[in-house]
């Protein structure tokens, strides 16, 4: 079953632009990371962050997680079309230190 | 270093064939760990290893096999392959067995198998 699910599915913004994705999750985890997959490639790690953590910065990225919310938002600021990939959170599945599980992932396009 | 190198990178077969799909990584990851992505349902774990000669199952594991004879290899078979397995696959590895969530994980560039 899935843990996280993003949100939009499907995002296309202009460069330039800032893009926030949002990963919600089902039972209480102790880390969430996100992830970058480029069309063809294989998932690229960008943020990881704590539960007892708030915020995070990684560069343009800027990563919040709101435990009692059971939520995570990813901002990119200042996109490039570079930047246009898909993105995925992933945690620790409740009770297991050896799975993580993905979301189904938002597929951001920026336009030049 | 590689990284994590999948083989091959493309595959038809056709049902009832078997094969394997290899993994390889170079970092002397103790943890490692098959996915398949198929569309609108993310990433879905299959198996994973917590180093040579253990392994357990994931969230669909069923018609598939793994074992892990070394450190930096971990193969995955289909021992009879069915339509519904056509998909990528993509393999992860990552340092320590502890607290795997606290961890990045390193991926391959994914096989894309597609059964007839």
């Known amino acids: 079953s899935q843990q996280g699910e993003e949100d939009p599915q499907a995002l296309s913004i202009q460069e330039g632009e800032n893009a926030t994705m949002n990963c919600s999750y089902k039972?209480?985890?102790?880390?969430l990371q996100w992830y970058r997959q480029n069309s063809g490639r294989g998932l690229v790690h960008l943020i990881l962050?704590?539960?007892?953590?708030r915020e995070k910065h990684s560069g343009r990225l800027r990563v919040t997680l709101d435990t009692s919310k059971k939520s995570s938002s990813l901002l990119i600021t200042a996109s490039r079309a570079a930047d246009t990939a898909s993105y995925f959170c992933?945690?620790?599945?409740?009770?297991?230190?050896?799975?993580?599980?993905f979301g189904k992932g938002t597929l951001l396009t920026v336009n030049p | 270093n590689a990284g994590v190198t999948q083989t091959p990178k493309f595959q038809v077969l056709k049902t009832g064939q078997s094969m394997t799909l290899q993994c390889a990584q170079d970092?002397?990851?103790?943890?490692m760990s098959w996915y398949r992505q198929d569309p609108g349902m993310g990433l879905r774990l299959i198996h994973y290893?917590?180093?040579?000669?253990?392994?357990d199952q994931g969230e669909v594991p069923n018609g598939y096999n793994v074992s892990r004879s070394t450190t930096e290899d971990f193969p995955l078979r289909l021992l009879s392959a069915a339509p519904s397995q056509t998909s990528v696959y993509f393999c992860?590895?990552?340092?320590?067995?502890?607290?795997?969530?606290?961890?990045?994980?390193?991926f391959g560039d994914g096989t894309r198998l597609s059964i007839l």
């Open positions: 992860a590895s990552s340092y320590s067995i502890i607290g795997v969530g606290a961890q990045p994980q390193h």
């Open positions: 039972t209480s985890i102790n880390n």
């Open positions: 962050i704590r539960s007892n953590e």
């Open positions: 992933a945690t620790d599945s409740g009770g297991s230190n050896y799975k993580l599980t």
């Open positions: 970092m002397n990851h103790e943890y």
């Open positions: 290893s917590v180093g040579a000669g253990i392994t």
